[in-house]
């Protein structure tokens, strides 16, 4: 079982449609959470941390359930600009190693 | 504040020559970690390091792979002997010092083609 699994995608949605990705991951002494975002070819950008009381950044929305060790993301109002892969990603462990773990991706395309 | 900047760009290799891409992290901040992400694969951890000291290699082959981060100067990854699987994007990441260190801040990469 991968450490963190994604739906691969693509999610190919009209402009303004509202959108969601899920992911789960398998270690349950993760302690950090994030969504990043990657262009084609370029380098994961992050978009927002994921925090147990769920948190809200404009359109996005992030929630974590860690009973279920269950991560997702859901973008209101879609842009063209949202057009990307979404990664979903833990952090190993926590405490001194930082090792990142990354899921494969979802990938996004908003039509017009 | 300029971000994570990595050279070169682009790096093409012949097999059996060896490979050099350079990180310099953000300003102020101590922790580099390195990832590479084969062609239509998700980002793999590589390696933690530290001034001076390697954190975290759990993720480095075993083989023909070094990294390091002197005092002074870039972190350095370093592959000998290429072959064709290293083909690859290595993006290096950074943070900051101090308790909230788990936010890293990704480099443009370094694409290495072994022909």
């Known amino acids: 079982r991968k450490e963190v699994e994604q739906d691969p995608g693509p999610f190919n949605v009209p402009e303004g449609a509202t959108v969601a990705f899920n992911c789960t991951y398998s270690?349950?002494?993760?302690?950090?959470f994030f969504w990043y975002r990657q262009d084609c070819r370029k380098e994961p950008k992050l978009l927002m941390s994921?925090?147990?009381s769920g948190n809200e950044d404009g359109r996005f929305t992030a929630q974590l359930n860690r009973a279920s060790q269950y991560i997702s993301l859901l973008i209101r109002d879609s842009k063209l600009s949202d057009s990307a892969t979404y990664l979903c990603?833990?952090?190993?462990?926590?405490?001194?190693?930082?090792?990142?773990?990354f899921g494969t991706g979802t990938l996004l395309a908003v039509q017009p | 504040n300029a971000g994570v900047m990595q050279n070169p760009r682009h790096l093409v290799r012949r097999r059996g020559q060896e490979a050099r891409l350079r990180c310099s992290p953000m300003k102020g901040h101590s922790h580099v970690y390195w990832y590479r992400q084969l062609p239509e694969e998700g980002l793999k951890f590589m390696v933690y390091?530290?001034?001076?000291?390697?954190?975290?290699e759990s993720g480095m082959p075993k083989e023909r792979f070094s990294a390091e981060f002197p005092k002074e100067g870039p972190s350095i990854l370093r592959i000998q002997q290429v072959v064709r699987g290293d083909s690859a994007a290595y993006f290096c990441a950074s943070s900051p010092p101090g308790l909230f260190t788990d936010t890293q801040y990704f480099g443009p990469g370094t694409r290495l083609t072994v022909l």
């Open positions: 270690n349950s002494a993760s302690q950090s």
């Open positions: 390091l530290q001034k001076e000291n390697i954190i975290d």
């Open positions: 994921v925090y147990s």
């Open positions: 990603v833990v952090n190993s462990e926590g405490g001194a190693t930082n090792k990142l773990i």
